[in-house]
């Protein structure tokens, strides 16, 4: 995963290859691969269906048919939004469906069709431990904007994208342990 920091520098990540035993998914660590759980990953074809890919855990301890980044529902279902308010990231059973993406090679998206029966396909993204949002409607204050408070409680800086249906409003990123709140029209 290639990105930056609040500062503009260059900045690398990896997947881990074992679940955060708090979290229960897997994170984005260190990509050393003697050092670190940095993960290897091969992108397998689906046989029945050629559109579809599976990622499989090429460097872990774990058996061949548990080895497969599946999405996972999290544990609060998803919160208000249920199952489209997200998902994690983690090992498991390569023959469930859970298990099946679509790769765009064109955009370099990662898509999941498992939430497509509550509103659609769902991008796997680099994630952020304890990054949280809230969006407010002030039109009813008479603003005719919108406000969007991001709160990234941890240790590193978090990079992100806001966006307003299909308009960019703004890339920036959020140093460790800090509040922003963005307000536009």
């Given at each position: 995963?290639f990105?930056h920091d609040?500062?503009?520098?260059?900045?690398?990540?990896?997947l881990?290859?074992r679940a955060?035993?708090d979290?229960?998914?897997?994170?984005?660590?260190?990509?050393?691969?003697?050092e670190h759980?940095?993960?290897?990953?091969d992108i397998?074809?689906?046989?029945?269906d050629?559109?579809?890919?599976?990622i499989?855990l090429?460097?872990?301890k774990?058996?061949?048919?548990?080895?497969c980044?599946?999405?996972?529902?999290?544990?609060?279902?998803g919160?208000?939004?249920?199952?489209?308010?997200?998902?994690?990231?983690?090992?498991g059973?390569?023959?469930?469906s859970?298990a099946?993406?679509?790769?765009?090679?064109?955009?370099?998206?990662?898509?999941s069709?498992?939430?497509?029966?509550?509103?659609?396909?769902?991008?796997l993204?680099t994630?952020?431990p304890?990054?949280?949002?809230g969006?407010?409607?002030?039109?009813?204050?008479?603003?005719d904007?919108k406000?969007?408070?991001?709160?990234?409680?941890?240790?590193?800086?978090?990079?992100?994208?806001l966006?307003?249906?299909?308009d960019?409003i703004?890339t920036?990123?959020?140093?460790?342990?800090?509040?922003?709140?963005?307000?536009f029209?």
């Amino acid at each position: 995963v290639f990105g930056h920091d609040w500062l503009g520098v260059p900045t690398t990540s990896c997947l881990s290859k074992r679940a955060e035993k708090d979290l229960g998914g897997l994170m984005l660590t260190i990509c050393n691969m003697t050092e670190h759980d940095s993960g290897v990953f091969d992108i397998v074809p689906v046989e029945e269906d050629s559109g579809k890919i599976k990622i499989v855990l090429a460097n872990g301890k774990v058996g061949a048919d548990e080895s497969c980044l599946i999405i996972q529902p999290l544990r609060n279902y998803g919160g208000a939004y249920g199952p489209r308010g997200g998902a994690q990231v983690n090992l498991g059973d390569c023959a469930h469906s859970w298990a099946e993406w679509s790769y765009d090679q064109e955009t370099g998206e990662i898509l999941s069709s498992v939430y497509s029966d509550v509103g659609g396909d769902v991008c796997l993204t680099t994630g952020w431990p304890f990054l949280q949002v809230g969006a407010f409607d002030t039109s009813a204050a008479g603003d005719d904007g919108k406000t969007v408070v991001i709160l990234n409680e941890a240790g590193e800086s978090a990079n992100f994208v806001l966006k307003d249906g299909d308009d960019l409003i703004l890339t920036s990123s959020i140093p460790p342990h800090s509040i922003q709140t963005v307000a536009f029209d």
